[in-house]
Structure formats: C-alpha cells, structure tokens
Antibody, heavy 121, light 107 residues
Framework: EVQLVESGGGLGQPGGSLRLSCAAS????????MHWVRQAPGKGLVWVSR????????NYADSVKGRFTISRDNANNTLYLQMNSLRTDDTAVYYC??????????????WGQGALVTVSS | DIQMTQSPSSLSASVGDRVTITCRAS??????LNWYQQKPGRAPEVLIY???SLQSGVPSRFSGSGSGTDFTLTISSLQPEDFATYYC?????????FGQGTKVEIK
C-alpha cells in the first residue's frame, strides 16, 4: 500500500525556517517524481515545487523560489522541503504528492495527509 | 503560467441531480487536464486524469470530457458522499496550476 506521511509542520516565526519531511512507503520511491502542494486556510490548491527521481532537477513556484529547497534521500525513502525566510503568507497545509509514472498526461496519484505550517510572531 | 478558471465557484444540488462543472485553460493544454475531489480536512484524490480517463476505484457516475481549452466534469447522479470541493489541474507545463475550486453543497 502506497503511503506518504508528512512531518515537521508547526509554528514558525516570520523570517525563520522549518523543514518538512515526507516519508514514503509501499512503492519504489527512487523511481518517481515527487511534488509539494500547499493550501492556505480556506483557500485552493497551489503547486509549490517538484523534484525528479534522482534529485538532479528541481522546479519552484515563483512565490517560493530562492527561499524553499526541495530535496530527497532515496536511500531512506524521504522527501524534504526546507523552508527559509518564512512569511506569513506561507501559512498553509503542505502536501507531498507522487506524480503518476505512466506516460503523459501526468497527474498526482497519491497524496500525503498534509502538514500544517503556521507562520506567526 | 497557464491560468485555470472553473465555474461555478459553488453550487447547491440534491441527491440524484446531474451536476456539471466546467474548467477553462488560458491556452491549449491538449488533454493534460485532471480532476480532484477534496473533502474537508482531507487530502485531494484524483477522479479523472487525461481529461476523460477514470481513475481506478472511482465510481462510474463521474466522467470527464473536453480538449484544448475547455473541459467538463460531470456527476451523473449526485450521491451524499459527493458533497465536496472539486479542482481541475493542468499538467501540460510547469508550474502545474489548479482551478480555484467548485464547492458542491447540499440543497
């Protein structure tokens, strides 16, 4: 059974840092593109970042570029999101999501349960 | 970035109703269009991928159609468990973008 379990959320200060983790199980983690998607309270879904299977290629939304870093540890089946220079508008539930592996069109076929990040002084 | 516009933003419907939600892309995305359902406090789940392919395990009352810039999600006979928020999403180009969501409420 595919499972994605986020951790590391909580309260962060403006200008501070937090690191989210996403532990993957039930599939060959090193073979999949992985993404982060966030959702501010009461708002819609917003794509944040993605990383290719070996970690050599990453992309970011403009709103987090230069502040957030996505990475992965394929030996330990874990995805990360390092969030620096936090702003109050980074407050959201952060989901890790697996990209489907078949041919295009691609989609998110599995999601984690989400980790709440609150940025406040 | 490709903008995705859903309509309506919300709707009220009764059990058994046929419900249609539309999604328009700001440019041609061929069939790189996916639909997700999200219930309160839960992660989204994919219903339809590639505009019209039903994800395994999803009831057949859900269907998708369209290509290019205009897409539709149809629920043929609304069930109590279908009251949720629905999002379209394009995977044609990065950044992948979502529609603003359509909340389906009980009439």
């Amino acid at each position: 059974e595919v499972q994605l379990v986020e951790s590391g959320g909580g309260l962060g200060q403006p200008g501070g840092s937090l690191r989210l983790s996403c532990a993957a199980s039930g599939f060959t983690f090193r073979s999949y593109w992985m993404h982060w998607v966030r959702q501010a309270p009461g708002k819609g879904l917003v794509w944040v970042s993605r990383i290719n299977p070996d970690g050599s290629s990453t992309n970011y939304a403009d709103s987090v570029k230069g502040r957030f870093t996505i990475s992965r540890d394929n030996a330990n089946n874990t995805l990360y999101l390092q969030m620096n220079s936090l702003r109050t508008d980074d407050t959201a539930v952060y989901y890790c999501a697996r990209r489907s592996s078949s041919q295009p069109p691609y989609y998110f076929d599995f999601w984690g349960q989400g980790a709440l990040v609150t940025v406040s002084s | 970035d490709i903008q995705m516009t859903q309509s309506p933003s919300s709707l009220s419907a009764s059990v058994g109703d046929r419900v249609t939600i539309t999604c328009r892309a700001s440019q041609n995305i061929i069939n790189y269009l996916n639909w997700y359902q999200q219930k309160p406090g839960r992660a989204p789940e994919v219903l339809i991928y590639g505009a019209s392919s039903l994800q395994s395990g999803v009831p057949s009352r859900f269907s998708g159609s369209g290509s290019g810039t205009d897409f539709t999600l149809t629920i043929s006979s609304l069930q109590p468990e279908d009251f949720a928020t629905y999002y379209c999403q394009q995977s044609y180009s990065t950044p992948w973008t979502f529609g603003q969501g359509t909340k389906v409420e009980i009439k």
